[in-house]
Structures are given as C-alpha cells and as structure tokens.
C-alpha cells in the first residue's frame, strides 16, 4: 500500500513509465466511463494514456490501471454497498473543482503539475464548498418530514445537478480475441511512441 508520508511518488509500475499528471488521471477516468466507447476501447485508451514509452501485456496494464486509479483509497468499502448514482463528473463539475481548490489550497490546477494521487488525495478531503453541496445533494435522500412543495423543490435542485446511474462494471477476463486485438494495438501503439 502506498504512504504518502513515506515514499516519493512513483512515476512507474513495475518497471513502466507511467505520466502520472492528475491530467492524465482525469482523462483516464473519463474514457473509463465514456458510454460511447466498448469496454475494449476504454481499455485500450486508458492503457496508452497511462504507460508512456511502452506498454506493458494486457493483464499487466489492466492491473496497473486499476492501481493508478485506486491506490491512494486506503479506506475500507468492503462489504459497503455503492451507489448506483454518479456522484461526479470531471466534466459536469470542472468549475466546481477548479473553484474549490483555488480557494482551499490555493492551487490554479489550469497553471499547475500535480501527481494524480495528490490530486485525488486533495479532492476526497475538500472541505464544504460547491462541489461537495452537490455531490451531498445528488445521493441525498429526499427526507419524509419535508412538505409536498419541499419536495418538489428538493427533486427539482436534484434533477438540476443530476448525472445519472453506474453501470455494472465488468470483471470477467479478456477473450481470445480481444487479448489478440489489444495485442495487436499496443504493437502498433509502442512502434509510434
């Protein structure tokens, strides 16, 4: 598990350069959820946006994604069941985001490099601002005290900042195929780099 306090932030997975910029992280977790791609797609571009000079087996780079996107989670989700609401969009709440961190840490995150896993550190300890009111009103619950026009008003501020649902993620292995044709793009992919 990766601390903070304790070690230099890696610009590698297991012996694969990586662009750590929080950029990259953003645009990995927006392909990673980008209907319009298959779940290939998303795979094969998140694996070229990540791994810089080449990319590692399909498994490998799978592996070093999912550490990408999720090793700075030290908290205990096991057994916790998740929302199938969407609480965030790097898109939907770009200004949010910006604004929130201009303000509680004083970073212009336009004029600034940052590692991913700072940035993601950062951005789940935000204190109250923008971002987290809608982020608490898109999962809130409508409370059953409230009056009928309460209500309406409370489902119309919802439908306002609403994003949508998850959908399932898949966790089954690659086929032959689709093993051949990542292949086949990370060959062509590591000749152009």
């Known amino acids: ?84 609401v969407i609480l965030m969009d790097y898109g939907v709440d770009q200004w949010r985001i910006y604004a929130a961190f201009m303000a509680q840490y004083h970073i212009d995150l336009n004029k600034v490099y940052m590692h991913w896993f700072i940035f993601r550190g950062l951005l789940d300890n935000l204190s109250e601002c923008s971002f987290t009111d809608v982020m608490q009103l898109r999962q809130k619950k409508i409370p059953a005290y409230l009056s009928a026009k309460e209500k309406e008003e409370f489902k119309r501020k919802q439908r306002i900042f609403q994003l949508g649902k998850t959908g399932k993620v898949k966790e089954d292995d690659f086929t032959e195929s689709e093993k051949a044709r990542i292949a086949e793009f990370l060959k062509y992919a590591n000749i152009k780099k």
């Not at 012996?15 to 319009?36: H, K, V």
Request: glycine fraction near 4%; charged fraction near 25%.
């Open 1 to 84: 598990m990766f601390n903070v306090l304790l070690e230099d932030m890696p610009e590698e997975y297991e012996g694969y350069r990586i662009d750590p910029d929080f950029r990259t992280g953003i645009l990995i977790s927006m392909c990673l959820s980008d209907p319009e791609l298959t779940e290939l797609e998303q795979r094969l571009v998140a694996a070229n946006l990540l791994f810089t000079d080449k990319i590692p087996p399909p498994e490998q780079a799978m592996s070093g994604i999912s550490w990408f996107m999720n090793a700075n989670n030290h908290d205990n989700y096991d057994g916790v069941k998740q929302s199938e």
